[in-house]
């Protein structure tokens, strides 16, 4: 196993060997765009964060359903990446599952809860964006109630409030104040075609 991080670049091109849709991409980029905005406001290993972003969907390349963790876990060991960047992928659905949540819904049986500020950051992202598009968490938490899912509503203002701290900043006034939703259109915008 690797201890080097992929970067941009590396990212995209295991995104492309493993068979990613444009979706999928444009999705993961905006994601990035979020998840690096509140990585460096919180003074986090960027490095991790840009990878852990890039790829945490990359079991989408083989299935979408919740199972695409386990799928990604699995690219990512057979690709010899860091067991940090695989934490990640195993921990950014939701706002990370309890073993027994994860085993009720047909998960092997693992870890699933962010532990870590690149863990969180990655995650709390991830739940920011819908398939391309950055929400305020009111709106991500009402997404998530419409769809029966109130104990991870509720573990996403938890999240919300921790990293807000951390930062120094409200996560929704840092993107807001960052102009993240025009950067992410323009630059994600680009990844119509692999």
């Known amino acids: 196993m690797s201890s080097t991080l992929p970067n941009e670049k590396a990212c995209l091109e295991i995104l492309r060997e493993e068979g990613c849709s444009d979706k999928v991409v ?11 905005t509140i990585a460096k406001a919180c003074n986090a290993d960027l490095e ?5 972003s890039w790829l945490h969907d990359i079991g989408r390349s083989r299935t979408h359903g919740v199972r ?6 699995a690219i990512a060991k057979a690709r010899g990446l860091p067991e940090r960047l695989i934490r990640i992928i195993s921990t950014h659905v939701a706002a990370g599952f309890t073993k027994e949540e994860a085993e009720g819904i047909g998960l092997p049986p693992g870890d699933y809860m962010p532990s870590t500020l690149e863990e969180k950051i990655v995650c709390h992202s991830d739940n920011l964006v819908g398939d391309n598009e950055i929400m305020t968490l009111a709106e991500a938490v009402e997404d998530m109630e419409v769809r029966g899912y109130r104990t991870t509503a509720e573990r996403m203002k938890v999240m919300h409030r921790e990293l807000s701290e951390l930062c120094g900043i ?13 950067r992410a259109i323009k630059r994600c915008a680009a990844y119509t075609s692999l």
Request: aromatic share 0%.
């Open 68 to 73: 695409h963790v386990s799928e990604g876990v």
């Open 26 to 36: 444009r999705h993961v980029c905006v994601v990035n765009t979020v998840a690096m």
């Open 170 to 182: 409200d996560i929704d006034l840092l993107l807001e104040d960052a102009d993240v939703r025009q």
């Open 48 to 52: 991790l964060v840009n990878a852990g």
